[in-house]
Structure formats: C-alpha cells, structure tokens
C-alpha cells in the first residue's frame, strides 16, 4: 500500500488505479513510457520529503522556475526516421511532418493563462469558492469543495457542488441566501481551481503522471508533457475519462478550428498511438509537408489532400506526379490526371509547373524498364523508344501494342493497333510523330481481360458500384455499343480447366432464350432477353467487388481497355491458360498458344479449330472454320485476326473426369475411377462384391446435381409458402405470433441442406435378373452400403417415440403400440412408412387390422402432428415439405447406424 500525503490531492482518488497501470505501461515501452522520478517518490510516500516536494508541479512552476532555464525539444527539432525516408524517395531535403512545430518549445502549466471562469465550468472536490453577503449580514468566506462535493457554510445547509456547473450553483446559493437571510445578498466567484491528475501515454516527450489544473484541454496537457514526437499520431490521440473514450484530432484544431478540443477530469488518461497511414505533398503547394490521414482511413483524394497542404502555388497550369509504394517495395511514379482520384498510405504528390507544349517528344507507358517521355530526334521509331527486349518490364504481353497519336486531317487523338513482337524480331517498325504514346501491356493486364467481372459486365451492361475506374469506363461504352464489339469475351465466357473436357451437356445461353449459343459457368451472369434481372451468383458478386484490382493501366487510362478488348481473341480448349488474347495484325496461331501456355497434355494437336467473324450478312455470322493438323501445317503459318475463336480440342476419353466413392459392407470399400456409361453393378465387382453383413435394401446413393434439385425445390416451395402466407393475412385473423412463427419456418426451409439421395437397387442378384435397373453412376456419386440393421424406429406424434427391435411379422400397429400409441394431436390420415431403400408408402389406419405392409428392418414409421387446430391452410403445407424432407434425412441416419 502506497503512502498519500494528506495534501496530494490530486492522487488521492487515482492511486489504487494508476499505479499498477504505470507499472504496466513502463514495462510494455520502456522507451516512452518512463514515469518521472518526483512523482514516483510522491507515490511511493519516501521519507524525509521536503516543504517544496510537497507542493505540485504546477505551484513549484509559479514559485521560482525560469523559464528560459528550460530547453526547447531536441528530439522535435531531429529529423524523424519517416522523414528521412520521405526526403529519401523525393529529394526534398527540408520535408518535415506537419503539425509537430506546435510542440518545439516545453510548455509550463505556470504558462497557461486562465481569463474569466464561465457559469458552464464544472465544479468538483477541491475547487475554492469566494463568497460575499451584503446586507444586513456582512461577511465574506473563502471555502473549498469538501469531500463529499458540499460547499457548507455557517446558518446554511450545505449546498452540492461537485458535479454542476457553476452558474446553476451560484444562483441556488443566492437564493438559499435571499431566503434565509432576509435583506443580503450573495456574491459568488471560483477562487482557486482544483488540480487533476492525469497520465500521458504513449508517444510524448515525458510519459507519466502530471498534475494540471481542471481548466487544462488535452492540447495543453500535451504540451505540459513536452508534446508528440514525430512517431506518435496527431489525429487519433484518445482520452479515457469517466469511463468513456473519445479521439481527439489536432489537424482540426489547427487547420479550422474544427473538432473541440476535450476538457479534462481527474484521472484522466491521455494516450497519444503511433502515427498512422501518411503522405507526402511536395513541391508548389502552399505547405509542402507529411500529412497525417485521417483516423481509419488509407487513401484520400488528391483534390483534399491539395486542401490540406494549402493548396497549389499556381491556380492553374499544373502538373501532378504521384509517386507510389509497389508490394514488392519499388516505386511506381505515375501522372496524376484527375484529383478526384484516390492517393494511397505512403504515397507523395508532386505539384510542380506544366507546360502547355512539348515538342519532339514521344512518350512510353506500360509494362516498361522506365516510363516517360523520350526526345523523337533521339528516338523516331517504334524499335528506337522501346531499345530492345531490355527495355521492357520482366512479363511483357507483345501480341499487341497500342499507339496513340494524333489524326493528321482532324487532328484527334487515336489508338492503333501494332505488333510489338514482329518489331522487336525486326520485321516490322513503325515510325513515330510528335506526341505520340506508346502503351506496353503486361501479363497481368491481359489476364485482367478473362476475369469474371469484365465478362459479366460485358454480357449485362452493369458494372458493380465498387467496380474499379476502368470497369465503370467500359460499361458506358458497352451500353453506348454494339455489344459485338466484343463479341470474343462472350465467346469464352466458359474459362476454366474444365474447357479440357467435353463441354457436352453444359448450359448454354441457348437454353435461356439468348442468342448466340454462349457456355455458362458457375462465375457468369446473363441478361436474359425478355426478363428482368440478372441470373447471377455468389461468386459473380465476389468477382465485381474483386474488380477495385483492375490493372492500373487500364484506371489510369480508361479508354485503353475498349480498345483491347475489341482485338481480342477467344483461346479455349486443351490449353494450358485459357482466356482472351488481344493481337494485332499477322499474329501467328504459333503466337497465340505461346502466350496461352502452350498445349495442354491431352491435347488434339491434329484438330485445331479455328473460327474466323468477318462481319454480318443477312444478320448472320459470316463465319469461317477451319482445322489445323500441326504435323501437317505450321503454326507459325496460320493468320489469327481480332474477334476470332481458337479452340485447341481435347483428345476423346472414355473415362470420366470425376470418381465415385464407395464406403460401407464393400469388399474393398474406396475412390474408384469409372468409364463413361459405367453401371453400379460393374463398379460392385470391381469392388470384390458385398460382405456377409451387407443390407442392399437399405443402400444409399446421394448425388451433387440431386442434392442441387432438391435444395432449388425447396426454396421454390418457401417462395410459394410466403405468397400463400400473405393471402391467408388477407383472409383471415391471424395474430402476429403465427405469423412470424410461419416465417421462420420458411426461411429455415430455404437454408436447408438437402441429402440428393437417389433410390436405387443395388442388390446383386435383383440387377441380374433385371438390368433394367442398374444405376448409371456420375462423377461425385457416393454410394454407401450399410450393415443390416435389427430395429425398426418410430418417429412423430407417439407416446415414446424410438427405435424398437425388429421382429418379422410385425406390421405398422404393432410397433405405434409398443412405441405408447398415438398422440391425441396425431395426425391419422398422414402415417407413412420411410423404407431402408428411401422409399415412403402411406399408411390408413382405418385397415391397419387388415394390412399386408411388412416392415422391414431398418424401417422408419412417423406420424406427423395435426395442424388443423392451427386454423392456417399454409401451415400444413410447411408439415408437409418438413415432413418429406424428415424422412429422408431420416432414413439415411437410421441406415447408416
């Protein structure tokens, strides 16, 4: 237990508190968190303390300390490690980090003048009170707010104090003075203010404990702790009083006064974090420094970060250069076009002078060594600006370059199309004119063009409201379009491995009322002529939100991505990176398969389909296809032109792609590999047989595309279950219990998870005699064959529902009695019998006496409930489904025991 002298006031309330957390603090950052060593000894209670420890920080401040014997922050005056690294990167050698300045100089509580108290000041413990009657009693009395937070005085009751403001306690006390003192009154002032104690953490000059006044703000209290170092945030400081936590941002406060600043209370916590995410503005700007972003935020628009440094010395005739922090730790500079742009964390803005012309200059952009414009006298070709494979980036896509340059007769500015890698094997070149641009693409960029976004915002015209600035910009154009423009992204719109198979059997927009026949996949999204809405899926969604990591060629210059597009070619098939590939003119077919990957292993290298579009006739394709045998033609010889389809056709196999997996009474139980068309009697064999214990009546196949049905079933039944809901509020009285007891039922019945088991006989000797019913298995079939069971279960609305030993003769009466017998809300006309085979037969009751059903072993019997008190038609519609669907989960859990 710590000693606290009688007149520590200030530490009295917080010392149980603050001192296990000082304890903590110091060993979590022993660099910033050191607690001084007077207020140690003061709460530690040391003997042999003079008069003048005794007194606080703020007293010994008054008494007799200079001010000028204390020196100004050294370490605020040093070069931060961040700002070296900024002047690092641009050059600038006096960048500093905004805002610090403010912090140069040690402040003194002595130094914080206090003006005129306002009636909004809140009194506490401590605080001294000067009180005047004149009158017929003339006294005056200087007290203090005692303890309990009373201010008493003599022939008064005590007043509470603590806690209000001072205006509402000083007219109480005159009125309590008027009334009791007949002809005085009262004047009220604040003497002396109460002192707080409050801890500074984190990144300040003089971590600790520091005793101010109950008038200081949190800007001050920083300042008596010697302020923020340059690694600690000016924006996101948090205070801790009373319970609550606010953040206090010192850009507001400095820039426009905006965000008050937070009066203290004793106890307080001031706890000032690490700097957060920055950037840096430099060059012709009013206040060129590094600024701090805002709390929570990692970017800012170029137009607002201007703001913040002031603002461009020029108001026009800018130019800005951004120059940004790669994954990899390399710099990318790019030209900053728009200032509604976004400016990401470590980031710097060069503002500098633009220049209206710039002559004899040709620029190069893209997946190059350097970036930037180059002088034309120096290099007056294609060949010349790129200067060889070594000044390219480390993946460049050479297929198609882009040139933009200028129209001689109307001197627009338009994109051209060359072969990048025919310039460089020096049998083309193309001669280049002022201003010209030359664009390089990456593999990155073109594989950005078989992405599931850029194809479903193709087929539908949409672009998600996330989308990156090139989708946003290629969806007007889409919409403003012919959608053929880009007819080669429609056309592989089916990019996966699966494109290595037979694509026999997969949906098409045939099928769905579109035109052209185009493949879908589980990633597209379709318009369907002639309805609303779009057929869409989870990972559709998930790919337009994944479309903000749109190449940065393509945001930066939004056009660029329409005119690839429109030269790209579809490569589907036995191809080791299916997708779109956009070519110039007299790209070789040898080309194209390079850049995919080359062959896959089960390629068809003598049935290589080629689909050329050369335009409209008659409102058909004018189409041709032709195939290639590379033993009898070289690829290299073979011509491919924009909007074309190339499909690298598989090898035929008889085998399917998937395996089956057999579990239970199996001989050699397993994964197996099947043939196509191949039948569950065979794949029995193949397995060694059944066991002895083996119960073929009771098997079980559940299948993928089974399970798809049913779940779509069930969520077309909840549909119909809500309209029929909403017709029965119409027609009848419900309560809203019932009502919303009948929702969840339905949404319970649209999230649930369907077993797809398929009945089938899998009893050797019945597929003998009867082929006719032996299974044809698919890939993902799970079959598994279960040990034969000796019980029969009772399910439902019955006394004791369980699973009874099954006994041969026993019919459905038998077992209800042995289970107790039916309920009095049990249903009667809606028994049903779930045999081990899923099978479900009803049951009458009225001939129960007379009934032939034998129950087999491993049979379910349930009984559902009545609905018919429930005075809802829907109702029992719901017991149904959730009685089919009980079954047959059932079924399979009362089997596979």
Request: aromatic share 6%; charged share 20%.
């Amino acid at each position: 237990m710590f000693a606290i002298r009688p007149n520590a006031n200030c530490f009295r309330k917080i010392t149980h508190v603050l001192v296990p957390a000082m304890f903590f603090f110091a060993a979590a950052s022993a660099a910033a968190q050191q607690i001084p060593d007077d207020i140690l000894r003061e709460l530690q209670g040391q003997k042999g303390q003079t008069q003048r420890n005794a007194q606080s920080p703020l007293d010994r401040a008054r008494s007799d300390t200079p001010l000028a014997a204390l020196p100004d922050h050294q370490m605020l005056a040093e070069p931060s490690r961040l700002e070296l690294d900024y002047r690092s990167r641009s050059g600038v050698e006096e960048l500093e980090q905004f805002g610090y300045n403010i912090f140069n100089r040690r402040v003194l509580p002595a130094e914080l003048a206090f003006g005129r108290i306002s009636d909004s000041y809140i009194l506490g413990i401590g605080d001294e009170i000067v009180i005047s009657f004149v009158g017929s009693v003339d006294k005056s009395y200087v007290t203090k707010v005692d303890r309990e937070g009373r201010v008493v005085l003599p022939d008064l009751p005590p007043v509470i104090a603590a806690g209000r403001p001072f205006g509402e306690f000083s007219r109480e006390l005159r009125a309590r003075v008027a009334s009791a003192m007949l002809g005085t009154e009262a004047y009220v002032s604040l003497g002396d203010v109460r002192h707080l104690g409050v801890f500074v953490l984190g990144e300040v000059e003089q971590p600790g404990l520091h005793n101010v006044t109950s008038l200081t703000s949190v800007l001050e209290a920083l300042a008596v702790a010697g302020g923020v170092k340059k690694s600690g945030t000016l924006r996101n400081i948090r205070v801790d009083a009373n319970g609550e936590s606010r953040v206090v941002d010192i850009y507001g406060l400095m820039m426009n006064g905006a965000g008050a600043d937070v009066r203290l209370t004793d106890g307080a916590r001031i706890i000032v974090p690490t700097i957060g995410p920055n950037i840096a503005v430099i060059g012709e700007v009013i206040r060129p420094a590094i600024y701090e972003l805002a709390p929570g935020e990692s970017s800012i628009v170029a137009a607002d970060l201007l703001k913040m440094a002031g603002g461009p010395l020029r108001p026009r005739g800018n130019r800005y250069t951004l120059n940004q922090i790669r994954d990899d730790g390399g710099q990318y500079l790019s030209g900053l076009s728009d200032l509604g742009q976004t400016v990401s964390d470590g980031a710097i803005l060069h503002v500098a002078p633009g220049k209206n012309i710039i002559s004899g200059v040709a620029t190069l952009v893209g997946h190059v060594g350097v970036e930037g414009d180059r002088s034309l006298s120096a290099a007056p070709t294609l060949s010349a600006l790129i200067g060889g494979p070594d000044g390219l980036g480390q993946t460049p896509y050479l297929l198609l370059g882009i040139i933009e340059t200028t129209d001689i007769g109307t001197q627009s500015r338009l994109y051209k199309a060359v072969n990048l890698e025919r310039v460089l094997a020096g049998a083309e070149d193309v001669e280049l004119r002022d201003q010209d641009k030359v664009f390089v693409l990456s593999a990155d960029d073109v594989r950005f063009l078989s992405d599931a976004a850029v194809r479903n915002l193709i087929l539908t015209g949409n672009a998600h409201e996330k989308s990156c600035p090139a989708l946003q910009e290629l969806s007007k154009f889409v919409n403003e379009t012919d959608v053929n423009r880009f007819a080669a992204v429609t056309r592989s719109v089916f990019v996966t491995d699966q494109e290595n198979r037979d694509a026999e059997g997969k949906k098409t927009t045939a099928d769905l009322g579109g035109q052209p026949a185009i493949p879908l996949q589980p990633q597209s999204a379709v318009l369907v002529p002639g309805q609303t809405g779009v057929l869409s899926t989870e990972e559709t969604r998930q790919t337009e939100l994944r479309g903000k990591e749109c190449s940065k060629l393509f945001d930066e210059y939004g056009q660029l991505l329409p005119f690839v597009l429109e030269h790209a070619v579809s490569v589907t098939g036995a191809i080791r990176r299916p997708g779109v590939y956009p070519v110039a003119q007299r790209t070789s077919l040898a080309s194209v398969a390079a850049v995919a990957g080359g062959f896959a292993n089960n390629a068809d290298v003598g049935n290589i389909e080629v689909l050329t579009y050369s335009g409209f006739s008659g409102g058909a394709d004018a189409a041709g296809r032709k195939y290639y045998d590379i033993s009898k033609v070289s690829l290299s010889q073979v011509d491919i032109i924009a909007g074309s389809s190339v499909r690298f056709n598989p090898l035929i196999s008889d085998q399917e792609s998937g395996s089956i997996l057999l579990t239970g009474e199996f001989k050699r139980p397993g994964v197996y590999s099947i043939a196509r068309g191949e039948k569950l009697s065979q794949l029995m064999e193949r397995a060694g047989g059944l066991t002895d214990l083996a119960f073929p009546y009771g098997a079980s196949l559940t299948r993928v595309s089974v399970k798809k049905a049913q779940e779509e079933g069930f969520r077309r039944a909840a549909r119909d279950l809500n309209n029929a809901m909403a017709v029965a509020v119409l027609r009848r009285n419900i309560s809203a219990d019932a009502i919303l007891a009948a929702q969840q039922l339905t949404n319970s019945l649209a999230a649930v998870e369907a077993p797809g088991r398929v009945v089938i006989e899998s009893d050797p000797a019945v597929l003998r005699t009867q082929p006719g019913k032996d299974t044809v298995l698919e890939p993902g079939d799970h079959i598994y064959m279960p040990k034969r069971p000796n019980f029969v279960v009772v399910a439902g609305d019955v006394l004791n529902p369980g699973a009874l030993q099954f006994e041969p003769g026993k019919g459905v009466e038998d077992y209800v009695d042995e289970s107790g017998g039916l309920q009095n809300t049990a249903d009667n006309d809606r028994v049903f019998v779930v045999y081990p085979n899923g099978v479900a037969e009803p049951v009458n009751i009225s001939r129960w006496a007379f009934s032939s059903i034998q129950v087999p072993p491993g049979s379910t019997i349930v009984v559902p409930k009545d609905t018919s008190p429930l005075k809802m038609e829907f109702v029992r519609d719901i017991a149904t489904i959730f009685s089919q669907l009980a079954l047959s989960a059932a079924s399979i859990a009362v089997i596979s025991r």
